[in-house]
């Protein structure tokens, strides 16, 4: 029975990384230094919320090295970690609130923000707007995207854990 519940989580952690890979895609916008709104969390989000964020941090690195593979800017080793497991691993943080859906996305969220605003200081300093301070740049480029992306993704979400409570 143990090996057809692992078989499960499995199976389950590589078509959420699939789902998040084809969702990411599908982009709204993309901005000009990375970064675009989609529903890429949306699968990695619902998983976490489902199965714990342990599941859905797993689930979250499995899509960053998928999104690596599939779509990748790569300006430093650290980087690379930072941007792609790092960043999706944290998205998994939304299962530590999974009563509370929408808060789970925003702490998914933030998770990501804090990564991305981090590896944007560091890494893509240059980039900065005319007398702003690298920090200050890379949260507000990162939020430019993010926000709207986490309330997309808020909404799918609570209407698919409605749908599945009625069901």
Not at 119 to 125: E, R, Y
Request: net charge positive; with cysteine.
């Amino acid at each position: 029975m143990l090996t057809r519940k692992r078989t499960t989580l499995i199976v389950e952690i590589a078509m959420s990384a699939a789902l998040a890979t084809v969702l990411g895609l599908i982009r709204i916008f993309r901005m000009p230094q990375g970064g675009s709104v989609s529903l890429e969390m949306l699968p990695i989000l619902y998983l976490s919320l489902r199965r714990g964020s342990a599941t859905g941090m797993v689930g979250g690195a499995v899509y960053g090295f998928v999104q690596l593979v599939t779509d990748p800017y790569v300006a430093h080793p650290i980087q690379f970690i930072l941007d792609y497991p790092a960043a999706y691993t944290l998205v998994g943080l939304a299962g530590l609130l999974p009563s509370r859906p929408g808060l789970g996305v925003a702490l998914g969220t933030l998770g990501r923000l804090a990564i991305h605003t981090c590896s944007g200081a560091i890494f893509f300093a240059a980039y900065a707007w005319e007398g702003w301070h690298t920090w200050s740049y890379s949260l507000v480029y990162n939020l430019s995207y993010l926000v709207p992306e986490a309330v997309i993704c808020a909404i799918a979400v609570s209407l698919i854990l409605h749908s599945r409570q009625k069901a």
